[in-house]
């Protein structure tokens, strides 16, 4: 690796870059590293503990085999005819086999009657035992080196990435053969857990680069909290309580036994909720507060003793992040249409997956595992094929909003962009008044979206101006806000052209899940956007019945189906630059 120092910018060169922190980032730069290739890492905080599975525990969707047909039914059916039998399929075995190389790796999962349960794991140390292997693999991690925008070759395809150095106070630029975008999705800065860090800045990245996303309006999940202090979302122990209202009166909110994930939100359009967590029995307690302890935490601080005091509880949103919406993924290796950009992990859509459903838990564990090494070992074979001379390309930043004005150097006129010097914490604010409250984006319709695509159609007029870079935090702050901001168009636009509702996306001016509405949106755009339908194909869902095909491993074996991306497309409808309107498709 080509490494040039100076006090104002690093320089590297490598194979494969990978973009991102977390647990996909840390498989991708693993199974780079294990075909051959050099490796760097960039990420926005320290690689190891930011991230939203660093800051707890979580489960895996790793069933043993005997159980496969049964949990690949399951999430199928949990995607409401949106999902993918064969991806489903994949994420399962793949996950599964990798397990044990984390055990290898020094991760102590528990044992029954002498065997490993790998059911789930302690974000923290999970995330250390990641981080130490790849440093024992070589790769070179960057921490606190958040990654801004991708440079491109003059063919198109991407040829690494530029950033800033908080610690150090400078730029950096990376080289590199092949890119994976694992930096997560986006939350909005909700104060979700560990999701400080997952601004959407790998969608905005994918975009400009010449990518495409795919399900953003899946974008909108929430997460249940305590209200005093709204930032651990862990719901499993809410499954044992009791609401009511203010003044006491029982809420309800189960449906045979199970809670209703539409009860909270509802009710808390209407006012205060209440929540005593009276249900659990004494196993339940041992067994959730030992596998989620940390949702235990703010009870303790407090004093409060969660099985007889009633506390109040709200929602956060969390967005992509256990949501669906992501970076489009065009083929086994999570490939995106630009050549060598390759994308996993939440940063990714995970339409295959869930459909429109949330992931959030142990699905989103084993997809940030599994399309890690895919994307890893993409990029690793993308970067050999262009042979020993790939980082002596011409190449140019593809990065604008946030970064540098359109104005530079123009005198504005009427009808363009300001040429003055953006507020980025004041863009930030609104686009959170437009996204967090839930009579925005839960409950949507026709109306208020197009209300909330005018505010944030204003919002991306006045990032087109000057960004303020008198410190490296200048620089990442404004590139941030253009992240957000964007994400929140793309959503919103993609929300207002699904007429229906299905799973987590509710429009109350189309109640009801349309059966011929089987079809993926595809969207992009910067400052006009647009949307594209990626009707489903029965080959698409899988040409078998439920079942792993007896003993043929989708690992070691090539099946006849046509990758998820073969499909009827419509051409896609653009809004206007000014003025979001509804387009019939």
């Given at each position: 690796?080509?490494?040039?120092?100076?006090?104002?910018?690093?320089?590297?060169?490598?194979?494969?870059?990978?973009?991102?922190?977390?647990?996909?980032?840390?498989?991708?730069?693993?199974?780079?590293?294990?075909?051959?290739?050099?490796?760097?890492i960039?990420?926005?905080?320290?690689?190891?503990?930011?991230?939203?599975?660093?800051?707890?525990?979580?489960?895996?969707?790793?069933?043993?085999?005997?159980?496969?047909?049964?949990?690949?039914?399951?999430?199928?059916?949990?995607?409401?005819?949106l999902?993918?039998?064969?991806?489903?399929?994949?994420?399962?075995?793949?996950?599964?086999?990798?397990?044990?190389?984390?055990?290898s790796?020094?991760?102590?999962?528990?044992?029954?009657?002498g065997?490993?349960?790998?059911?789930?794991?302690?974000?923290?140390?999970?995330?250390?035992?990641l981080?130490?292997?790849?440093?024992?693999?070589?790769?070179?991690?960057?921490?606190?080196?958040?990654?801004?925008?991708?440079?491109?070759?003059?063919?198109?395809?991407?040829?690494?990435?530029?950033?800033?150095?908080?610690?150090?106070?400078?730029?950096?630029?990376?080289?590199?053969?092949a890119?994976?975008?694992?930096?997560?999705?986006?939350?909005?800065?909700?104060?979700?857990?560990?999701?400080?860090?997952?601004?959407?800045?790998?969608?905005?990245?994918?975009?400009?680069?010449?990518?495409?996303?795919?399900?953003?309006?899946?974008?909108?999940?929430?997460?249940?909290?305590?209200?005093?202090?709204?930032?651990?979302?862990?719901?499993?122990?809410?499954?044992?309580?009791?609401?009511?209202?203010?003044?006491?009166?029982?809420l309800?909110?189960?449906?045979?036994?199970?809670?209703?994930?539409?009860?909270?939100?509802?009710?808390?359009?209407?006012?205060?909720?209440?929540?005593?967590?009276?249900?659990?029995?004494?196993?339940?307690?041992?067994?959730?507060?030992?596998?989620?302890?940390?949702?235990?935490?703010?009870?303790?601080?407090?004093?409060?003793d969660?099985?007889?005091?009633?506390?109040?509880?709200?929602?956060?949103?969390?967005?992509?992040?256990?949501?669906?919406?992501?970076?489009?993924?065009?083929?086994?290796?999570?490939?995106?249409?630009?050549?060598?950009?390759?994308?996993?992990?939440?940063?990714?859509?995970?339409?295959?997956?869930?459909?429109?459903?949330?992931?959030?838990?142990?699905?989103?564990?084993?997809?940030?595992?599994?399309?890690?090494?895919?994307?890893?070992?993409?990029?690793?074979?993308?970067?050999?094929?262009?042979?020993?001379?790939?980082?002596?390309?011409v190449?140019?930043?593809a990065?604008?909003?946030?970064?540098r004005?359109?104005?530079?150097?123009?005198?504005?006129?009427?009808?363009?962009?300001?040429?003055?010097?953006?507020?980025?914490?004041?863009?930030?604010?609104?686009?959170?008044a437009?996204?967090?409250?839930?009579?925005?984006?839960?409950?949507?319709s026709?109306?208020?979206?197009?209300?909330?695509?005018?505010?944030?159609?204003?919002?991306?007029?006045?990032?087109?101006?000057?960004?303020?870079?008198?410190?490296?935090?200048?620089?990442?702050?404004?590139?941030?806000?253009?992240?957000?901001t964007?994400?929140?168009?793309?959503?919103?636009?993609?929300?207002?052209?699904?007429?229906?509702?299905?799973?987590?996306?509710?429009?109350?001016?189309?109640?009801?899940?349309?059966?011929?509405?089987?079809?993926?949106?595809?969207?992009?755009?910067?400052?006009?956007?647009?949307?594209?339908?990626?009707?489903?194909?029965?080959?698409?869902?899988g040409?078998?019945?439920?079942?792993?095909g007896?003993?043929?491993?989708?690992?070691?074996?090539?099946?006849?189906?046509?990758?998820?991306?073969?499909?009827?497309?419509?051409?896609?409808?653009?809004?206007?630059?000014?003025?979001?309107?509804?387009?019939?498709?």
């Amino acid at each position: 690796m080509l490494t040039v120092h100076s006090e104002n910018e690093l320089q590297l060169t490598t194979d494969v870059l990978v973009i991102g922190g977390g647990p996909a980032a840390a498989w991708a730069g693993w199974a780079a590293a294990s075909q051959g290739v050099k490796v760097i890492i960039v990420d926005k905080g320290f690689l190891g503990t930011s991230g939203a599975a660093a800051a707890s525990g979580n489960g895996i969707m790793a069933p043993s085999p005997e159980n496969w047909d049964k949990v690949l039914s399951e999430r199928y059916r949990a995607g409401k005819n949106l999902a993918n039998l064969r991806w489903i399929e994949r994420v399962i075995e793949k996950t599964w086999l990798s397990l044990p190389l984390v055990e290898s790796w020094g991760y102590g999962f528990p044992k029954e009657d002498g065997e490993s349960v790998r059911q789930s794991y302690y974000g923290p140390e999970y995330m250390r035992v990641l981080r130490k292997n790849l440093l024992r693999v070589g790769v070179q991690i960057l921490d606190q080196s958040p990654a801004l925008e991708l440079l491109l070759a003059d063919d198109g395809s991407v040829a690494g990435a530029k950033g800033v150095q908080r610690q150090h106070h400078r730029t950096y630029t990376v080289r590199a053969g092949a890119v994976v975008l694992a930096n997560g999705g986006c939350a909005f800065l909700s104060k979700a857990l560990g999701c400080n860090t997952n601004t959407g800045d790998g969608l905005l990245m994918a975009v400009e680069a010449g990518g495409e996303l795919s399900s953003m309006e899946a974008s909108n999940h929430y997460a249940i909290s305590t209200a005093f202090n709204a930032t651990v979302t862990r719901g499993v122990p809410f499954g044992w309580a009791s609401y009511t209202d203010e003044a006491g009166n029982d809420l309800g909110g189960y449906i045979n036994g199970r809670r209703d994930p539409s009860f909270l939100p509802n009710a808390l359009m209407k006012g205060p909720v209440y929540a005593r967590l009276d249900r659990a029995t004494p196993e339940v307690k041992a067994v959730v507060e030992k596998s989620h302890f940390i949702a235990f935490l703010p009870y303790t601080k407090a004093g409060i003793d969660p099985y007889t005091e009633r506390v109040p509880v709200t929602l956060v949103l969390e967005g992509t992040v256990r949501g669906t919406g992501g970076i489009r993924i065009v083929n086994d290796n999570c490939a995106t249409k630009v050549p060598g950009l390759y994308a996993a992990g939440d940063a990714a859509s995970r339409e295959f997956l869930a459909g429109l459903a949330s992931g959030g838990g142990g699905p989103n564990a084993a997809w940030a595992i599994s399309t890690g090494q895919w994307a890893g070992v993409g990029a690793a074979d993308f970067a050999k094929s262009l042979g020993a001379h790939a980082n002596e390309r011409v190449a140019r930043p593809a990065g604008q909003v946030g970064l540098r004005s359109p104005m530079a150097g123009r005198s504005p006129s009427p009808s363009s962009p300001t040429s003055e010097t953006f507020d980025s914490e004041a863009i930030v604010h609104g686009v959170q008044a437009e996204m967090l409250p839930l009579e925005k984006n839960y409950l949507r319709s026709e109306q208020g979206l197009l209300d909330s695509l005018a505010k944030l159609e204003t919002l991306w007029q006045q990032l087109q101006g000057n960004p303020k870079q008198d410190t490296v935090r200048d620089v990442e702050f404004s590139r941030r806000a253009a992240a957000l901001t964007a994400v929140a168009r793309w959503a919103y636009f993609s929300a207002l052209h699904r007429t229906e509702t299905r799973s987590e996306h509710i429009r109350v001016d189309y109640p009801e899940t349309d059966p011929n509405q089987r079809y993926y949106q595809a969207t992009g755009g910067l400052d006009k956007l647009w949307v594209r339908r990626d009707w489903i194909t029965d080959a698409m869902s899988g040409d078998k019945p439920f079942g792993f095909g007896g003993s043929q491993s989708t690992e070691t074996a090539k099946t006849a189906t046509p990758s998820p991306q073969s499909v009827y497309a419509t051409p896609p409808v653009q809004t206007t630059q000014t003025t979001p309107s509804v387009s019939k498709l």
